[in-house]
């Protein structure tokens, strides 16, 4: 029973480590775009792939702080 305890705290350490960083950078991007996306996008919501596709159609419209984003990302 132990040991089946440890592992699991080990699994949930590792996966605590691996997406806080994926995590902090989806809530700035999701911060820098919420605007652009309830402005442009809001018949997509809630689903994010769709947002995240309408968003880069409005690219050349999107606020500076959210094509940052984009561009911090590598999209």
Not at 43 to 63: F, N, Q
Request: a positive charge; charged letters at 30%; one cysteine or more.
């Amino acid at each position: 029973m132990s040991k089946l305890i440890l592992i699991f705290a080990a699994f949930i350490g590792f996966a605590a480590l691996a997406p806080a960083d994926a995590r902090s950078g989806r809530d700035m991007q999701r911060a820098a775009c919420e605007r652009d996306a309830h402005k442009f996008c809001a018949a997509e919501e809630p689903d994010a792939i769709a947002v995240e596709r309408c968003l880069r159609a409005h690219m050349k419209s999107l606020s500076s702080a959210c094509k940052k984003q984009f561009k911090a990302r590598g999209r």
